[in-house]
């Protein structure tokens, strides 16, 4: 049976919704920056209610803030809740993975597809769509393909300073050979390797935080770590 029209198409709020935040986790919306209810509905080529919709579902997940009488800003990045997010990532991902058996041959086909098409990317704007199919269907191979849905939902802050931080201290090749690591593990049977190499994988982030707020603490919230000892939480 073919797919209707509205079926096939997105809402105008899930448009919204998908454009906003990857703009935010991608730096177009800069920390601090003001976002123009009509000026976003102008370019989205839809109306303001969708958008409305949208920074509401946005400024759940701590990515927007809405100021009464003032607008609606994009926040900095919260590390407290860069390490919250990564601490349920990090547990989904790795009971997921220690639930897998060896992929059979068609599994670990689309995986090194996958990463074939990693190799090709010369930067972090195309490798990291590529990075969230690669960890999606990790999840999969367990049938928990679900779960991204909570990986998702949780970790605007960690996907801001995952894209902020790629390159800070180790190139997008870098991160395709950790992949490449878990998916010979697994191949191999070995799926306690697996789970080490995808555990030190996902542990990156920490550097690659630190790396780039010490370059850029204007994106960032709170006072400066190396003084406090850790970071505040709002």
């Not at 990075?131 to 849905?149: K, T």
């Amino acid at each position: 049976m073919p797919e209707t029209e509205s079926a096939a198409r997105p809402s105008a709020r899930a448009l919204a919704y998908g454009r906003i935040r990857d703009d935010i986790i991608a730096g177009r919306s800069a920390p601090g920056s003001l976002l123009s209810e009509n000026e976003l509905a102008a370019a989205l080529g839809v109306s303001r209610q969708p958008v409305r919709e949208a920074l509401l579902l946005i400024a759940q997940e701590g990515l927007v803030e809405v100021r009464p009488q003032s607008g609606t800003y994009v926040t900095r990045i919260d590390p407290d809740r860069v390490r919250e997010a990564q601490f349920i990532r990090e547990a989904i991902e790795l009971t997921s993975l220690a639930a897998c058996s060896t992929p059979s041959e068609d599994e670990e086909g689309m995986l090194r597809e996958l990463i074939a098409r990693q190799r090709t990317a010369s930067d972090r704007d195309e490798f990291y769509p590529l990075d969230e199919d690669f960890h999606r269907a990790l999840l999969g191979l367990a049938g928990h393909s679900n779960a991204w849905a909570a990986v998702s939902a949780a970790k605007g802050h960690l996907d801001r300073a995952r894209y902020v931080g790629m390159s800070a201290t180790r190139s997008v090749q870098d991160y395709v050979d950790d992949h490449e690591r878990v998916v010979d593990a697994l191949a191999a049977g070995e799926t306690d390797a697996a789970i080490d190499a995808l555990r030190q994988h996902l542990r990156f982030v920490f550097a690659d935080l630190e790396a780039v707020r010490a370059q850029h603490p204007e994106l960032f919230d709170g006072p400066d770590p190396a003084r406090t000892g850790r970071p505040s939480r709002r």
